[in-house]
């Protein structure tokens, strides 16, 4: 098998290994994992490996990235270009820090 393989996209081609993982699995579950890595043509250990680092970058990528709807896209966007005045608290806490910062020097 040659050319990109889509599925192992994050791992570099002559990356050592070096630390180890186990798991233990139903049968089942190792029979249809089994399944899948035969069908890719890859060992278990590396269908294991790619599936895991896939799921890994997705959890990551759901905390790290903003999702928002067309509605409260627009909002933000509007706030940023024309963003509100601040509220007395803010201004408040703005002078606090000011004399801090003063304070410390």
Same mark, same amino acid.
Request: avoid cysteine.
């Given at each position: 098998?040659?050319?990109?393989?889509?599925?192992?996209?994050?791992?570099?081609?002559?990356?050592?290994?070096?630390?180890?993982?186990?798991?233990?699995?139903?049968?089942?579950?190792? =029979?249809?994992? /089994?399944?899948? !890595? @035969?069908? #890719?043509?890859?060992?278990? &250990?590396?269908?294991?490996?790619? $599936?895991?680092?896939? =799921?890994?970058? /997705?959890?990551? !990528? @759901?905390? #790290?990235?903003?999702?928002? &709807?067309?509605?409260?896209?627009? $909002?933000?966007?509007? =706030?940023?270009?024309?963003?509100?005045?601040?509220?007395?608290?803010?201004?408040?806490?703005?002078?606090?820090?000011?004399?801090?910062?003063?304070?410390?020097?």
């Amino acid at each position: 098998m040659s050319g990109n393989l889509p599925y192992i996209r994050h791992m570099r081609q002559n990356q050592t290994r070096s630390t180890r993982l186990e798991a233990r699995i139903s049968p089942d579950a190792l =029979a249809v994992v /089994k399944r899948a !890595a @035969e069908m #890719q043509g890859r060992s278990v &250990s590396d269908f294991v490996v790619a $599936a895991a680092q896939d =799921a890994a970058h /997705k959890a990551i !990528a @759901e905390v #790290q990235v903003l999702r928002l &709807s067309l509605s409260d896209q627009r $909002a933000f966007a509007a =706030a940023l270009i024309q963003p509100p005045e601040p509220l007395p608290a803010l201004r408040r806490a703005k002078a606090a820090h000011r004399r801090l910062i003063r304070k410390a020097r």
